[in-house]
């Protein structure tokens, strides 16, 4: 939950500055855990914020931990067949094949504008500090927000085993921003992805996303893109499928039936895996020559972003 560009960093939920000495940091969360408690009349949501900013920075050695760790540069994820890791794999589990660069155009577009707006085109020392993440207007946050949402679906994914085939960042459209986050070719079906951060919580109506860090529809140009891929390349998809971070959907896996003619699913991060296993109900399975015929077809036709 504070590992967002959108989110409140844990000195934020406390309502202190980033220097604060531990004393005034102690006495802050003090305050805080009774102005948000339930029993006098706090949030219950808030309440828990505030225990796990605790947590996060409420001793020394936790906080000096945070404080190292907590930027947004940090292991991206494969960037397909060539990419090669930087030392030696401890698991060697044959991983599902990958094609394309999960968040590579949100990861460009935002060091694009985080150096224009902070470095005027100079070279920043770590333009992923999350002082300067955070402190960056919204709409470069949500670029970065975006690319480590489609960077952990692709560690899932690729998780998932040498059954699976995924395509990431593929282009749906003229427009470069035209695009589906991920093609996945699994035994249970072919879906489009769309991975999400909107640094908080969303509720579907009538099929379409809705919140107060929504900007138009995401679930529509999701379905719109899918189309453009399965007309190039002359493919049935099962289904698209939303993905959110846990936080910010109120059941794990939210099955919202034909959408715009497609099968449609609002799933949490966590859930993914085995939704991808199980598939939408309804949807065709893959099998046998088929999936290979798919696979063919989608490697012939796809474009990237």
């Known amino acids: 939950m504070f590992d967002s560009p959108l989110s409140a960093s844990a000195y934020e939920v406390l309502g202190v500055e980033v220097t604060v000495t531990d004393e005034a940091l102690r006495r802050a969360y003090r305050l805080r855990l009774r102005q948000t408690h339930p029993d006098t009349g706090g949030d219950a949501a808030q309440f828990i914020q505030v225990q796990r900013a605790w947590d996060l920075v409420g001793t020394p050695d936790a906080r000096a931990a945070y404080d190292r760790g907590h930027g947004f540069g940090q292991d991206p994820a494969p960037r397909g067949n060539d990419w090669r890791a930087p030392a030696a794999r401890t698991d060697t589990r044959p991983r599902a094949r990958s094609t394309g660069q999960p968040g590579g155009r949100r990861r460009e577009q935002f060091l694009a504008l985080i150096r224009e707006w902070a470095g005027r085109g100079a070279e920043l020392p770590d333009p992923y500090d999350p002082a300067l993440v955070r402190s960056a207007p919204i709409e470069i946050r949500r670029l970065l927000a975006d690319a480590l949402a489609e960077e952990a679906t692709a560690r899932i994914v690729g998780d998932l085993g040498m059954g699976y085939t995924v395509w990431h960042d593929v282009a749906a459209g003229r427009h470069p921003d035209e695009k589906v986050d991920h093609v996945v070719l699994a035994p249970s079906g072919l879906y489009g992805l769309l991975s999400e951060d909107l640094g908080g919580p969303v509720r579907v109506r009538r099929g379409e996303l809705v919140g107060d860090a929504v900007a138009g529809a995401p679930i ?19 289904g698209a499928i939303v993905v959110l971070p846990d936080d910010d959907v109120a059941a794990p896996v939210e099955q919202l039936g034909k959408v715009r003619g497609m099968r449609t699913a609002l799933v949490a991060r966590s859930a993914l895996a085995n939704v991808l296993r199980q598939g939408i109900p309804g949807t065709h399975e893959i099998g046998g020559n088929e999936i290979f015929d798919v696979r063919t077809r989608l490697n012939r036709a796809v474009r990237f972003a």
């Open 220 to 238: 529509a140009d999701l379905i719109a893109g899918i189309r453009t891929i399965a007309r190039e390349a002359r493919v049935r998809f099962g």
